[in-house]
């Protein structure tokens, strides 16, 4: 059991270390955010492709990028790592972490009623709550979340939700999530030469955008993917809650910015009605 608690810690301290990272680097201009999605992409497919070497796996590359079905969801990574950068220009580390998390849970119980679930009252009251507190969140106000940042990071999450939804059932979920960052590397190549252009990042933006790529998603994938065998569906679901507060705690303490009454009565609730919806999901026949 410690174990798995660790294991479970260290993933959801990296996926949260995504959002900080990224308003380290983003937030101070130490590169720009076509640069970090070059650079956090391209790090994240070497540390993968390395990793499953070192357990003695073969990558067939050239298979790889001849399978159709394997496009769309490299599509979807691409998608959401670019939106990601980009709302992370005008996002705190918190409100970012917090709207991308929400979207991609609220997308994916929609997907799930388009599908036919029929979730019981309590399920849809979580809903709701989780619902009305996102439009709380990202109502016109003096500390409203920037317009263009929030679009972006729905953005981001829709395309995380379409991912996620696209790799169910996934046999090897490491070696098809080594293979879809693999695939985006034709694209990361050309947003680096367009960085480049635009003269590139200073060597703390390039760290960043590294730690990003090979610490927060690579290996921080790997863990995760070591712990959810051992994780009910809904522990799975719930554990993910702590992101978003990880990651509030991180900029807070790391960046210093300001944790509101907004962002905290909003994660509250958007968290709580979030875990509602699951915990009842799972419980109905």
Do not use: C
């Not at 070059?38 to 540390?47: I, K, N, Q, Y």
């Not at 996002?91 to 970012?96: F, I, S, T």
């Not at 760290?207 to 993917?225: C, E, K, R």
């Amino acid at each position: 059991m410690p174990g798995i608690v660790i294991l479970v810690a260290v993933a959801m301290a990296a996926f949260a270390a995504n959002s900080v990272f990224a308003r380290l680097a983003l937030g101070a201009a130490e590169i720009d955010a076509a640069g970090y999605t070059a650079v956090r992409l391209l790090s994240g497919a070497m540390t993968l492709a390395a990793l499953l070497l070192l357990q003695g796996r073969s990558l067939d590359v050239i298979s790889a990028f001849r399978k159709r079905g394997r496009w769309s969801t490299a599509a979807a990574l691409f998608g959401y790592a670019i939106a990601f950068s980009y709302a992370y220009l005008l996002l705190g580390a918190g409100m970012g972490a917090l709207i991308l998390f929400a979207t991609v849970q609220v997308s994916m119980l929609g997907w799930a009623l388009l599908k036919g679930d029929r979730p019981g009252p309590v399920a849809l009251a979580g809903m709701a709550v989780a619902l009305g507190a996102f439009a709380y969140l990202v109502s016109p106000g003096l500390v409203a979340p920037h317009p263009l940042g929030t679009a972006l990071m729905i953005g981001a999450g829709i395309s995380w939700a379409v991912y996620s939804l696209l790799g169910r059932g996934s046999k090897e979920p490491l070696v098809d999530t080594a293979y879809n960052f693999l695939l985006t590397v034709p694209a990361a190549l050309v947003l680096a030469a367009f960085s480049l252009a635009q003269g590139g990042p200073s060597f703390i933006g390039l760290v960043w955008a590294i730690a990003s790529g090979a610490l927060a998603s690579g290996i921080g994938y790997a863990i995760w993917y070591r712990a959810l065998p051992l994780l009910s569906r809904t522990s799975a679901a719930i554990v993910q809650l702590t992101v978003p507060v990880i990651a509030t705690a991180g900029g807070t303490l790391l960046i210093g910015e300001q944790l509101t009454w907004r962002l905290a009565i909003a994660s509250a609730l958007i968290l709580g009605g979030v875990a509602v919806a699951i915990i009842a999901r799972r419980k109905a026949p």
